[in-house]
T-cell receptor, first 111, second 113 residues
Framework: TQLLEQSPQFLSIQEGENLTVYCNSS?????LQWYRQEPGEGPVLLVT?????EVKKLKRLTFQFGDARKDSSLHITAAQPGDTGLYLC???????????FGTGTRLQVTL | KAGVTQTPRYLIKTRGQQVTLSCSPISGHRSVSWYQQTPGQGLQFLFEYFSETQRNKGNFPGRFSGRQFSNSRSEMNVSTLELGDSALYLC????????????FGSGTQLSVL
C-alpha cells in the first residue's frame, strides 16, 4: 500500500510569513500533484510535477519534486489570508485517476 | 462552462439503508472517478468509469458500487450503510482516460446515523 505522509498537519501563521509543506513516501510515483481544498469545496489542482528534481513556480508558490520521485515540497512566500485551506499532495503511480492522496496540511493565515 | 455537479449536496441516512449519489461531469469529459474523504483516512479512491465501463477500483467492500451512463453521468450506490460510511463523497472528471487534469465537484456530504 502506497502512503503519502504530509507534514506539518496544521500550520497557523501570520500574513507575510514563509512556510514549507512536505510530502514524503517510500514509493516512487510517476508524477505528483498538489491540490488546495477550501471548506465546502472539492480539491483544485495547483500543479503537477513529473520529472525528478523538477521545480515549478506558481506566483508565490514553489513546488519541488524529489530527485528519486518519492517526495515533494511546497513553499509559500509571503503568505496571504487567501492561501488559507487544506493542501493535499497526490501521487500517481501510473494510473492517472487512481491517485494516492497525502494526509493533508491545514494552513491558516491570519492578518 | 459548467463545472462538475454533484447531487444531493447533503444527505442523512440511517444504518442499514442504501443511498445513491449522482455526478454530472463537465461537458466533454468522459471519465468519472469517485473518492471518499474522511477526517481520519483522508481522500481514498473508490473507482473510475470511462465509456460506461469500470476501469479502476480501490480497496472498498462490495457495498460500494457505481455505474456510468451513455451521457457520461455517473452514480454511486452504497448499500447497507454503516456509521463509518459517513464522509464527503467527491466526484472527479477528466476528458479521457489518460494523464489529464482532474476536476472535482463540491461533493456530497453523507451522514449515517
Amino acid at each position: 500500500t502506497q502512503l503519502l505522509e504530509q507534514s506539518p498537519q496544521f500550520l497557523s501563521i501570520q500574513e507575510g510569513e514563509n512556510l514549507t509543506v512536505y510530502c514524503n513516501s517510500s514509493s516512487v510515483f510517476s508524477s505528483l500533484q498538489w491540490y488546495r481544498q477550501e471548506p465546502g469545496e472539492g480539491p483544485v489542482l495547483l500543479v503537477t510535477v513529473v520529472t525528478g528534481g523538477e521545480v515549478k513556480k506558481l506566483k508565490r508558490l514553489t513546488f519541488q519534486f524529489g530527485d528519486a520521485r518519492k517526495d515533494s515540497s511546497l513553499h509559500i512566500t509571503a503568505a496571504q489570508p487567501g492561501d488559507t485551506g487544506l493542501y493535499l499532495c497526490a501521487g500517481d503511480a501510473g494510473t492517472a485517476s487512481k491517485l494516492t492522496f497525502g494526509t493533508g496540511t491545514r494552513l491558516q493565515v491570519t492578518l | 462552462k459548467a463545472g462538475v455537479t454533484q447531487t444531493p449536496r447533503y444527505l442523512i441516512k440511517t444504518r442499514g439503508q442504501q443511498v445513491t449519489l449522482s455526478c454530472s461531469p463537465i461537458s466533454g469529459h468522459r471519465s468519472v472517478s469517485w473518492y471518499q474523504q474522511t477526517p481520519g483516512q483522508g481522500l481514498q479512491f473508490l473507482f473510475e468509469y470511462f465509456s460506461e465501463t469500470q476501469r479502476n477500483k480501490g480497496n472498498f467492500p462490495g457495498r460500494f458500487s457505481g455505474r456510468q451512463f451513455s451521457n457520461s453521468r455517473s452514480e454511486m450506490n452504497v448499500s447497507t450503510l454503516e456509521l463509518g460510511d459517513s464522509a464527503l463523497y467527491l466526484c472527479a472528471t477528466r476528458i479521457g482516460y489518460g494523464n489529464e487534469k482532474l476536476f472535482f465537484g463540491s461533493g456530497t456530504q453523507l451522514s449515517v446515523l
